[in-house]
């Protein structure tokens, strides 16, 4: 599996187009291609730097196949119908599971944040950019997810690249899930300690590797809550009984957790009643709490070391005003409301049993992502492309953001489309796998 930022290569042999990076999961991805003669750039023409800029044809072979998928351009709020192109869609693609991002208390809360704040913070939480609302937000989390203390970062991203590179020192070890977020493999990378990975939410494979490692040396286990493409969720009980067993810690990254899973939204470990045994739990703002941000919730100590050592919080500004005060409104209807989430559910539930009854195959989902597999990239491009133009926005999978073979449509719910919604979109989906012969 190709889930880190690796330089992605189309075998020499194959007649498949080069691999394209997920909006998702990964980074860079080049390919083995090589034109003979290079594109012309407007700048560094000869440079040897730039023989990588010139080389990379995989974008522009998929675009002239006109399946191109990416950064398709939205002109309205990310909501349950979006316009693109003039025309309204249904949005079947968003990670905002609650469907809070156009909600209109949160977006009083953020424009109030900026009458009396201003638009940002000019400076590290560190030095000049603490705010009262940064204190305020951070107790909020702590509760929300039953840990002693919270640290917020301007991204999700930053939480897992600095936390990791903190905690885990030179002879230290870190064992990674493989369908592991590219932030998560990222911090791993960036760390000075050791970073091996086990198979997919396989626990003999993890618990392999942890019996190869002393007893006595510092090990973190670092796991997705929900798995971001194939919706599934982490054998948390598994992991922290082996976490005790080989004396290791724990990280989960509840970005798809949080306002999915748990009483009032909590997350992963306390959907399982593992929340003392999690010692790291990180979230970001960009899903469930529609803004923009991430935090780590842990016990007091843990969270004053990252606060002098954390070199993402450290060197980077903090969260705009206008961010943090939607994420506080918006855990504010979370935990109020919790009708959404039971609502989330049952929207699912009316996706989920339609696709399968149709003959679709949906692998180990368990949550409101439901991974449509077609397990061809072509096709995949083709069968997102004709939804679209039926009317449908869902995002396309594939290699490295999952293994070539396993490409796929990636449909997620929110906690705001009716019924209607839903059996259109089955309508479409019924139309356009029979059309493309995928089901
Ligand atoms: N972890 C996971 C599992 C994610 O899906 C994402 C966002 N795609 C992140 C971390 C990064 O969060 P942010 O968008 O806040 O940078």
Known sequence: MTHDNQTTLVPPSSSTPA?????????????????????????????????????????????????????????????????????????????????????????AASMAAVAKYGSGCAGSRFLNGTLDLHIELEQR????????????????????????????????????????????????????????????????????????????????????????????????????????????????????????????????????GLTSQVQLIMGTFSKSLASLGGFIASDAATIDFLKHNSRTLLFSASMSPASAAAVLAAVKIMTSEPQRIARLWQITDRLKKGLLSMGFDLGASQTPILPVYVRDMIQTFKFCKRLEEEGVFVNPVVSPGVPQGMELLRVSLMATHTEKQIDFALDKFQKVGRELGII
Not at 184 to 190: A, D, F, N, Q
């Open 19 to 107: 691999t394209l990076p997920t909006a998702c999961r990964t980074g860079v991805v080049a390919t083995r291609v090589n034109h003979s003669v290079p594109k012309k750039m407007a700048d560094g023409d000869d440079l040897p730097l730039f023989n990588k800029v010139r080389n990379y044809t995989s974008a522009s072979q998929v675009r002239a196949t006109g399946l191109y998928p990416y950064f398709r351009t939205i002109s309205s709020a990310q909501d349950t119908e979006v316009m693109m192109n003039g025309r309204m869609v249904l949005m079947l693609g968003s990670n905002s599971y609650l469907g809070l991002t156009n909600h209109p208390k949160i977006k």
């Open 141 to 272: 989390l702590a509760e929300l997810v039953n840990k002693e203390a919270v640290l917020l970062y301007s991204t999700g991203f930053q939480v897992n690249l600095g936390v990791i590179s903190a905690i885990v020192g030179k002879d230290e070890f870190i064992l990674g899930d493989k369908s592991n977020h590219a932030s998560l493999v990222e911090g791993c990378r960036l760390s000075l300690g050791e970073f091996l990975r086990f198979a997919h939410n396989d626990m003999a494979a993890l618990e392999a590797r942890l019996a190869n490692i002393d007893h006595a040396v510092g090990k973190l286990i670092v796991v997705d809550g929900v798995f971001s493409m194939e919706g599934d969720i982490i054998n948390l009980p598994e992991v922290c009984r082996l976490a005790q067993r080989y004396n290791a810690a724990v990280m989960v990254d509840d970005a798809h957790g949080i306002g999915v899973l748990g009483e009032k939204g909590a997350g992963t470990a306390p959907h399982f």
